[in-house]
Protein backbone atom coordinates (compact mmCIF):
# COMPACT_ATOMS: atom_id res chain seq x y z
CA UNK A 1 0.00 0.00 0.00
CA UNK A 2 1.36 2.95 -0.90
CA UNK A 3 0.14 6.82 0.91
CA UNK A 4 0.64 10.76 -0.16
CA UNK A 5 0.28 12.31 2.96
CA UNK A 6 -0.58 16.26 1.77
CA UNK A 7 -0.71 19.08 4.28
CA UNK A 8 1.27 22.07 5.12
CA UNK A 9 4.66 22.07 7.68
CA UNK A 10 3.16 21.55 10.69
CA UNK A 11 0.09 19.91 9.91
CA UNK A 12 1.18 16.63 11.72
CA UNK A 13 2.04 14.47 8.70
CA UNK A 14 5.30 12.90 10.09
CA UNK A 15 3.79 12.06 13.36
CA UNK A 16 0.93 10.44 11.53
CA UNK A 17 3.91 8.65 8.90
CA UNK A 18 5.41 7.23 12.00
CA UNK A 19 2.33 5.89 13.77
CA UNK A 20 1.14 4.82 9.69
CA UNK A 21 4.45 2.74 9.48
CA UNK A 22 4.26 1.10 12.43
CA UNK A 23 0.56 -0.15 11.90
CA UNK A 24 1.11 -1.20 8.59
CA UNK A 25 4.70 -2.02 7.52
CA UNK A 26 5.32 0.38 4.98
CA UNK A 27 7.83 2.72 5.07
CA UNK A 28 7.93 6.72 5.55
CA UNK A 29 9.57 8.52 3.01
CA UNK A 30 9.91 12.24 4.41
CA UNK A 31 11.89 14.26 1.91
CA UNK A 32 12.37 17.37 4.49
CA UNK A 33 14.33 14.15 6.86
CA UNK A 34 16.34 13.10 3.18
CA UNK A 35 17.30 16.78 2.74
CA UNK A 36 18.16 17.32 6.63
CA UNK A 37 20.38 13.92 6.32
CA UNK A 38 22.65 15.27 3.00
CA UNK A 39 23.06 18.56 5.20
CA UNK A 40 24.38 16.65 8.27
CA UNK A 41 26.58 14.83 5.70
CA UNK A 42 28.14 17.97 4.56
CA UNK A 43 27.82 16.89 0.69
CA UNK A 44 27.58 19.39 -2.10
CA UNK A 45 23.73 18.55 -2.38
CA UNK A 46 23.32 18.93 1.36
CA UNK A 47 24.91 22.52 0.82
CA UNK A 48 22.82 23.83 -1.82
CA UNK A 49 20.10 22.24 0.02
CA UNK A 50 20.64 23.88 3.34
CA UNK A 51 20.56 27.56 1.56
CA UNK A 52 17.52 26.82 -0.32
CA UNK A 53 15.97 25.28 2.95
CA UNK A 54 16.87 28.13 5.57
CA UNK A 55 15.58 30.74 3.35
CA UNK A 56 11.96 28.74 3.25
CA UNK A 57 12.20 27.86 -0.49
CA UNK A 58 11.90 24.29 -2.39
CA UNK A 59 14.82 22.25 -3.57
CA UNK A 60 14.74 21.77 -7.28
CA UNK A 61 11.88 19.55 -8.92
CA UNK A 62 14.39 17.65 -10.44
CA UNK A 63 16.49 16.74 -7.52
CA UNK A 64 13.62 15.40 -5.11
CA UNK A 65 12.26 13.41 -8.05
CA UNK A 66 15.10 11.57 -8.74
CA UNK A 67 15.73 11.24 -4.55
CA UNK A 68 12.39 9.91 -4.34
CA UNK A 69 12.71 7.62 -7.40
CA UNK A 70 15.89 6.26 -6.09
CA UNK A 71 14.32 5.77 -2.71
CA UNK A 72 11.48 3.90 -3.71
CA UNK A 73 13.64 1.29 -5.41
CA UNK A 74 14.81 0.09 -1.88
CA UNK A 75 14.31 -3.28 -0.58
CA UNK A 76 12.53 -1.61 3.00
CA UNK A 77 9.75 -0.19 0.64
CA UNK A 78 8.94 -3.56 -1.07
CA UNK A 79 5.55 -3.55 1.42
CA UNK A 80 4.71 0.00 0.67
CA UNK A 81 5.27 3.61 1.57
CA UNK A 82 4.44 7.07 3.08
CA UNK A 83 4.97 10.08 1.03
CA UNK A 84 5.40 12.82 3.83
CA UNK A 85 6.51 15.92 2.09
CA UNK A 86 6.60 14.85 -1.29
CA UNK A 87 4.94 16.06 -4.30
CA UNK A 88 4.93 19.17 -3.27
CA UNK A 89 4.49 21.11 -6.73
CA UNK A 90 2.68 20.22 -9.57
CA UNK A 91 5.48 19.22 -11.63
CA UNK A 92 6.73 16.57 -8.78
CA UNK A 93 3.37 15.08 -8.82
CA UNK A 94 2.99 15.08 -12.70
CA UNK A 95 6.31 13.43 -12.43
CA UNK A 96 5.26 10.66 -9.83
CA UNK A 97 2.83 9.84 -11.54
CA UNK A 98 4.93 8.78 -14.53
CA UNK A 99 7.79 7.47 -12.25
CA UNK A 100 5.37 5.18 -10.88
CA UNK A 101 4.06 4.26 -13.98
CA UNK A 102 6.92 3.38 -15.17
CA UNK A 103 7.66 1.37 -11.68
CA UNK A 104 4.47 -0.30 -12.39
CA UNK A 105 3.47 0.99 -9.07
CA UNK A 106 0.51 3.50 -7.37
CA UNK A 107 -1.01 5.42 -5.15
CA UNK A 108 -3.85 4.01 -3.14
CA UNK A 109 -4.85 7.23 -1.12
CA UNK A 110 -4.35 10.71 -0.78
CA UNK A 111 -4.77 12.23 2.81
CA UNK A 112 -5.08 16.08 2.93
CA UNK A 113 -4.56 17.32 6.15
CA UNK A 114 -6.88 20.71 6.25
CA UNK A 115 -5.49 22.81 9.25
CA UNK A 116 -6.37 26.44 10.60
CA UNK A 117 -2.73 28.73 9.79
CA UNK A 118 -2.64 30.68 12.74
CA UNK A 119 -3.46 27.65 14.85
CA UNK A 120 -0.52 25.72 13.32
CA UNK A 121 2.11 28.87 13.45
CA UNK A 122 2.09 27.98 16.94
CA UNK A 123 2.50 23.99 16.73
CA UNK A 124 5.34 24.78 14.48
CA UNK A 125 7.07 26.89 16.74
CA UNK A 126 6.78 24.85 19.56
CA UNK A 127 7.93 21.80 17.58
CA UNK A 128 10.91 24.01 16.54
CA UNK A 129 12.31 24.77 19.72
CA UNK A 130 12.09 21.18 20.71
CA UNK A 131 13.69 19.99 17.79
CA UNK A 132 16.26 22.77 17.36
CA UNK A 133 15.65 22.37 13.60
CA UNK A 134 17.27 25.87 12.00
CA UNK A 135 15.22 26.00 9.09
CA UNK A 136 11.62 26.83 11.47
CA UNK A 137 12.33 30.25 12.88
CA UNK A 138 8.91 32.58 12.60
CA UNK A 139 10.23 34.48 9.45
CA UNK A 140 10.79 31.41 7.38
CA UNK A 141 7.73 29.86 8.70
CA UNK A 142 5.62 32.26 7.40
CA UNK A 143 7.69 31.98 3.91
CA UNK A 144 7.18 28.22 4.00
CA UNK A 145 3.18 28.51 4.57
CA UNK A 146 3.19 31.04 1.64
CA UNK A 147 5.21 28.70 -0.54
CA UNK A 148 2.69 25.83 0.40
CA UNK A 149 0.06 28.13 -0.24
CA UNK A 150 1.14 28.94 -3.84
CA UNK A 151 3.07 26.02 -5.07
CA UNK A 152 1.93 23.24 -3.31
CA UNK A 153 -1.91 23.54 -2.43
CA UNK A 154 -2.40 23.26 -6.61
CA UNK A 155 -1.76 19.47 -6.44
CA UNK A 156 -5.07 19.16 -4.67
CA UNK A 157 -7.08 19.27 -7.75
CA UNK A 158 -4.18 17.47 -9.50
CA UNK A 159 -5.56 14.12 -7.01
CA UNK A 160 -8.76 15.21 -6.75
CA UNK A 161 -9.55 14.75 -10.16
CA UNK A 162 -7.75 11.18 -9.93
CA UNK A 163 -10.29 10.18 -7.18
CA UNK A 164 -7.99 9.58 -5.06
CA UNK A 165 -8.05 12.41 -2.60
CA UNK A 166 -9.63 11.92 1.26
CA UNK A 167 -9.56 15.03 3.31
CA UNK A 168 -8.98 15.20 7.26
CA UNK A 169 -9.52 17.58 10.18
CA UNK A 170 -6.02 18.07 10.89
CA UNK A 171 -6.76 20.11 13.90
CA UNK A 172 -8.20 17.25 15.93
CA UNK A 173 -6.16 15.88 18.30
CA UNK A 174 -2.97 13.33 17.37
CA UNK A 175 -5.01 10.05 18.50
CA UNK A 176 -8.58 11.46 16.91
CA UNK A 177 -6.42 11.74 13.24
CA UNK A 178 -4.67 8.42 13.78
CA UNK A 179 -7.99 7.07 14.20
CA UNK A 180 -9.21 9.22 10.78
CA UNK A 181 -6.64 8.20 8.77
CA UNK A 182 -7.03 4.70 10.14
CA UNK A 183 -10.40 4.78 8.66
CA UNK A 184 -9.54 5.61 5.35
CA UNK A 185 -6.52 3.34 4.85
CA UNK A 186 -8.43 0.46 6.57
CA UNK A 187 -7.36 -2.47 8.40
CA UNK A 188 -4.38 -3.53 9.22
P1 LIG B 1 9.73 19.47 5.61
O1 LIG B 1 10.46 18.82 6.72
O2 LIG B 1 8.93 18.48 4.78
O3 LIG B 1 8.90 20.63 6.02
O4 LIG B 1 10.84 20.04 4.60
C1 LIG B 1 11.80 20.99 5.01
C2 LIG B 1 12.32 21.74 3.80
O5 LIG B 1 12.94 20.83 2.89
C3 LIG B 1 11.27 22.44 2.96
O6 LIG B 1 10.95 23.72 3.47
C4 LIG B 1 11.97 22.53 1.60
O7 LIG B 1 12.95 23.54 1.58
C5 LIG B 1 12.69 21.20 1.54
N1 LIG B 1 11.85 20.14 0.93
C6 LIG B 1 11.32 19.03 1.54
N2 LIG B 1 10.62 18.30 0.69
C7 LIG B 1 10.69 18.93 -0.51
C8 LIG B 1 10.15 18.68 -1.81
N3 LIG B 1 9.37 17.61 -2.06
N4 LIG B 1 10.43 19.57 -2.79
C9 LIG B 1 11.21 20.65 -2.58
N5 LIG B 1 11.74 20.95 -1.39
C10 LIG B 1 11.48 20.11 -0.36
Redesign the pocket.
Known amino acids: MNLILLGP ?1 GAGKGTQAKRLEETYGIKQL ?4 M ?2 EAVASGSDLGRE ?1 KR ?2 DA ?4 P ?1 SV ?1 VRMISERVDQPDCRNGFIL ?6 VA ?1 AEALDQMLDEKDLAIDHVIEFQVDEDAMVARILKRAAEEGRS ?1 DNEETLRK ?1 LD ?1 YRRQTAPIVPHYRAKGALKTIDGMASMDVVTGLVKGIVGAA
Not at 30 to 33: H, K
Not at 56 to 59: E, I, Q, S
Open positions: PSTGDLRAIMGDLVDMDGFPRTQDRV
